[in-house]
């Protein structure tokens, strides 16, 4: 059935056009309920007894919400006492377009069979589309196709589900909508009286974001107007065009969120920013939001010159004028300790700092205090002193493991619940075997030594090698690439969930797969002595490790041996051993070696960090010590084939799709990012050429001195943390010269290696797939702005990786130094004017050594030029060695921190006695 509607439009020259517009429509478009005698569907969603939650309506029935309820009740719909709930597809289209976090959240409820929430194609159905009148809004004609669905539903069920009765209950929380529905008959109530009559479930009321301008009011208790007006978005897109306003991303100073900085965005400069001070300037605005921002007059600055020196110099101020797009998230934090616990009105103090305080409400105060919970912001009224929001869960006792490994991932905004019913639907069954087309379809490679090299304890393998001399006297190199693109078909739900997800997160005792681990650490998994599939790059090389021909295959492999970085090491040096895989590895190791040092005359650089490894206790899984990370020549061997692999493939889908190849660029840091190694290097007498990455890759390898070993890896460490951060792109978003890798020193660069634990490449894959015409493409493969939007979630979900992953490691270090006072060597890595941090190698840790004490008072000279501090005729200077005691100063209990003093080099007045040579510790210095 189609239905149409036809348009009259005059065109320029004064005729007149007719539109015809046409909508398909269909009759088997089924309900979706067991109790249905006529519907014909496969399966029912809907059950025949749905149990009733809520005394409202003690009938059993099944609930229809409006988009209103899913975009600001998402904490509520989640839980799982919501069951057998009707989601139109008008309601879903409006939440997939104006807030794509709650689709996404919303998908996942609606992919658990058992919370059995039905989706029904209203808008295709002959009996519920509806057309737009003339002159009603789209909001308007919305409102009324939920309405007439919730009708037919009603009448649908009445009449066909002839054993028992069951109720449609609308749930909105708009006012004009309820009251019509309400005179059309439906039985139509807002959320709030719903979740009431929930009396076994008094806390979900708790859940309830405070919107209505009465709920509000209520909260807040005052009138008194404590912030400026935000601008419509539509002033806010005029003053952007017009000049007189800046937009960009609102980032808010680590120990104090009433300072800040909005850095410009299209300005392609990451040091191009504006500082905003104070709360009015910042006026409501919350780290991570985008906002509009006007710069500050003369008049203006003067009020604030008194706090200038506290922030960057040489930068403009501003005030945030509007908020383009809030990006608000769940926190994770503490009610506040002073607040009375039978006070319904409580403060929440977040964990990450540079959020501020948000007021909620609850009814379970009591239960709540000294817990970790999580919290959602509602809104921020121009009367609150606080931003408004509601309570989600508890996470547990605070410090405990458990729940502050949940908070690492509440505040990293990492995906990390269980795979939904409906992405391990698209798993391959058990057992999973090879076909006689599989073999056709590929090369088969399974009669090659080849063999992996990875971490101990590795499952998810993505790569393996193999090098063989050929007949012609020249070499063959492989590497082989788990073929995850073969069980991940786009566009599917496996395939969404990884898209989203971006990449498996690694923490100390476990990792949150990208992919379930049927395929992370099974099927995919380039496993020994099994057959797998994998894609292939496969070099012919000569003596001197030059490519002479490269070529990519879709393969069947079966690794020989899944070695350790270890034991590969130890076949290579072992002479005595001459198998045929011990000869390959040998000369891989020497082509690594070839590889590597064409990589530096180029200008790559060698960097480095202060990473470190725990020993777990096998049962409890506690911290007992740090281990080194060992690195052998196998860890460069594996690494450079890798680079090469990625190199090669980038150069390949960029020349077959110069639009739309997914690339990886690293852009050359701002000069004035080297400022403190530069000033470092001159405390020592080294000058530090960064013209360019190769003069800074000399400059590095002369950072030596003889009476410190440690020297040159601290001077790597400070490179390290002057570049920045390197990103995934679109190659049609940016011209060539920008492709530039500044790290690697190529002009080319992009992931292809690891798919299992990295969504870019699976993409690289596909994209490879298709230029060699064994795949086709799909229409975002080939779509420039849905790929670099893709690839922005990827370099967030890269990011909050990494920051997880380093939060989970400090977490570690406080249970490993729980109750402990350890005495232990290291260096100053930077001086500052009242503190050092100091670096101890053994603990990877960098530990802040006040030089202030008691009543703000200090005994030391600063130097700034020598960057030193003298105090007593003792001077303790950059990189110099010292000997510190620490312990985990619990005072805060939201964050503790370690406490470092000095116990050598002595000062007298300053330094504590060794427990060590002196032992126990007296009484310890207090520092503020």
């Not at 943390?721 to 002009?747: D, I, N, W």
Request: charged share 25%.
């Amino acid at each position: 059935m189609i239905a149409s509607k036809t348009y009259a439009m005059k065109t320029k020259k004064g005729s007149i056009m007719k539109i015809v517009r046409e909508h398909y429509l269909r009759d088997d478009i089924w309900c979706g309920s067991e109790l249905c005698s006529q519907c014909q569907a496969s399966t029912h969603v809907l059950q025949k007894e749905p149990k009733s939650q809520s005394e409202l309506v003690k009938e059993s029935h099944y609930i229809i919400p409006d988009t209103n309820v899913i975009l600001h009740q998402m904490d509520i719909l989640e839980d799982p006492v919501f069951q057998n709930v009707i989601l139109l597809q008008t309601v879903l289209k409006e939440v997939a377009h104006r807030h794509s976090s709650s689709y996404y959240r919303l998908k996942k409820i609606w992919s658990n069979k058992d919370r059995h929430f039905y989706v029904f194609i209203n808008e295709h159905h002959k009996d519920t589309f509806v057309e737009r009148d003339k002159g009603e809004s789209i909001n308007d004609r919305n409102d009324r196709a939920i309405r007439t669905a919730t009708k037919w539903y009603m009448t649908h069920l009445c009449k066909y589900c002839s054993s028992q009765p069951v109720n449609i209950v609308f749930l909105t929380n708009d006012k004009e909508n309820l009251e019509k529905a309400r005179e059309e008959g439906l039985k139509a109530f807002s959320l709030i009286e719903y979740i009431n009559c929930i009396k076994h479930r008094p806390d979900l009321m708790d859940k309830l974001a405070l919107l209505s301008e009465e709920s509000v009011s209520k909260q807040i208790g005052t009138k008194d107007e404590l912030y400026p007006m935000h601008l419509t978005l539509q002033d806010i897109h005029a003053g952007i065009k017009t000049g007189k306003l800046l937009h960009g991303k609102f980032q808010a100073m680590r120990e104090n969120a009433t300072k800040g900085f909005v850095f410009i965005s299209d300005s392609g400069d990451e040091t191009d920013y504006v500082v905003v001070n104070g709360k009015k300037n910042i006026n409501r605005a919350i780290h991570d939001d985008m906002v509009a921002v006007e710069l500050l007059s003369e008049e203006e600055m003067k009020i604030i010159s008194g706090d200038v020196k506290s922030l960057k110099e040489n930068k403009p101020f501003g005030k945030i004028v509007g908020i383009i797009k809030r990006n608000w998230r769940a926190y994770s934090g503490i009610l506040e300790q002073t607040r009375n616990e039978n006070d319904r009105k409580q403060i929440f103090v977040p964990l990450e700092k540079r959020i501020p305080k948000i007021k909620i409400e609850t009814r379970q105060a009591k239960q709540l205090l000294n817990k970790r919970i999580i919290v959602r912001i509602d809104s921020w009224p121009r009367n609150s002193a606080y931003p408004l929001g509601h309570y989600v869960e508890i996470l547990g006792e605070i410090g405990d493991k458990k729940t502050e490994t949940s908070a690492i991932l509440v505040e990293n905004d990492i995906p990390n619940q269980s795979f939904s019913q409906a992405v391990l639907d698209c798993l391959p069954s058990l057992p999973w075997l090879i076909t006689e087309e599989d073999v056709k379809s590929r090369t088969d490679l399974r009669n090659l030594e080849i063999c992996s090299i990875d971490p101990p304890g590795c499952t998810d393998i993505d790569d393996a090698l193999h090098c063989r001399c050929l007949k012609n006297g020249k070499y063959e190199v492989g590497v082989h690439i788990a073929d995850v693109s073969h069980f991940i078909k786009p566009s599917t739900a496996i395939d969404n969930e990884a898209a989203l997800r971006g990449n498996t997160v690694y923490l100390v005792d476990k990792r949150i797969d990208m992919v379930p681990e049927l395929l992370s650490s099974n099927l995919c998994s380039l496993r020994a002595n099994e057959d797998r599939f994998a894609f292939s790059c496969i070099w012919e090389m000569d003596s001197e490790a030059n490519i002479l021909k490269t070529s990519y295959k879709k393969t069947i492999i079966r690794s020989k041996i899944a070695f350790t970085y270890e034991e590969a090491q130890c076949v290579i040096e072992d002479k005595k051993n001459t198998s045929s895989l011990a000869k390959s590895l040998r000369k891989l190791n020497n082509f690594a070696k070839i590889l590597k040092q064409k990589r530096m005359d180029e200008g790559a650089l060698t960097l480095s960090s202060n990473e470190i490894k725990f020993s777990l206790d096998e049962e409890t899984q506690d911290p007992i010590a740090t281990v080194d990370k060992q690195f052998r020549e196998t860890n460069s061997l594996v690494e450079e084939f890798m680079l090469l692999a990625n190199i090669s493939v980038a150069c390949f889908i960029v020349e077959a799709f110069p639009e739309f190849a997914l690339l990886r660029r690293h852009p050359t840091p701002p000069t004035g990012n080297f400022e403190p190694l530069i000033k470092a290097g001159l405390a020592k007498g080294f000058t530090i050429e960064v013209d360019n990455g190769k003069k800074l890759s000399e400059s590095l390898e002369n950072c030596v001195l003889k009476d410190n070993p440690y020297f040159n890896t601290m001077m790597r460490m400070k490179a390290t943390r002057c570049m920045t951060q390197a990103l995934y792109f679109c190659s049609g978003t940016l011209p060539e010269k920008e492709y530039f890798h500044y790290g690697l020193a190529v002009p080319i660069y992009t992931h292809f290696t690891s798919p299992i634990r990295r969504y870019s490449d699976i993409i690289v894959h596909r994209l490879l797939a298709t230029a060699l015409e064994v795949a086709t493409a799909y229409p975002t493969l080939i779509n420039k702005k849905a790929l670099q939007e893709l690839c922005n979630n990827l370099n967030y979900r890269h990011k909050k990786a990494q920051d997880a992953g380093r939060s989970s490691v400090t977490l570690y270090m406080h249970l490993l130094l729980k109750d402990k006072i350890i005495e232990e060597d290291g260096y100053i890595f930077s001086v500052g004017e009242n503190a050092l941090m100091i670096l101890l190698p053994k603990y990877g840790l960098e530990t802040k050594l006040n030089l202030k004490m008691e009543l703000n008072t200090s005994i030391f000279t600063y130097n700034e030029e020598e960057m030193s501090h003298t105090a007593n005729g003792v001077t303790l200077s950059i990189f110099d060695p010292v000997t510190i005691q620490i312990h985990i100063d619990r005072s805060n209990i939201q964050h503790p921190y370690i406490q470092a003093q000095l116990v050598k080099p002595f000062i007298e007045g300053f330094s504590v006695p060794s427990i060590v040579e002196g032992g126990p510790p007296k009484k310890k210095r207090k520092t503020k």
